[in-house]
Nanobody
Framework: QVQLVESGGGLVQPGGSLRLSCAVS????????MGWYRQVPGKQRELVAS???????NYVDSVKGRFTISRDDAKNTVYLQMTSLKPEDTAVYYC??????????????WGQGTQVTVSS
């Protein structure tokens, strides 16, 4: 019933920029906290950025100053603007609804993921 669809991933050169989008079902978007996670093979899924339903943002140290999470209530969409991308940012990025800055919850909703590859 609840659907999250990510888009905007792709191949970029180091130092480049990408904006990820996550379209969220209207029924959940209005009240849920949102987050962006990323995962690489052999590693645990990592919380990159979160946005509470009160507007508070939080970022993992490695992306502070480079990534920005935001939301557009009119479009039921959350964004992750990524700048100054580094090869270590390469991962599958997932959109999450319902978690917090501490991590996801067992009943959270997840998108399918979008691949971000930073390479020359």
């Amino acid at each position: 019933q609840v659907q999250l669809v990510e888009s905007g991933g792709g191949l970029v050169q180091p130092g480049g920029s990408l904006r990820l989008s996550c379209a969220v079902s209207r029924s959940v978007f209005s009240f849920a906290a949102m987050g962006w996670y990323r995962q690489v093979p052999g590693k645990q899924r990592e919380l990159v950025a979160s946005l509470s339903n009160g507007g508070t943002t939080n970022y993992v140290d490695s992306v502070k100053g480079r990534f920005t999470i935001s939301r557009d209530d009119a479009k039921n969409t959350v964004y992750l603007q990524m700048t100054s991308l580094k090869p270590e940012d390469t991962a599958v990025y997932y959109c999450n609804a319902g978690g917090s800055r501490l991590g996801p919850g067992p009943s959270d909703y997840w998108g399918q993921g979008t691949q971000v590859t930073v390479s020359s």
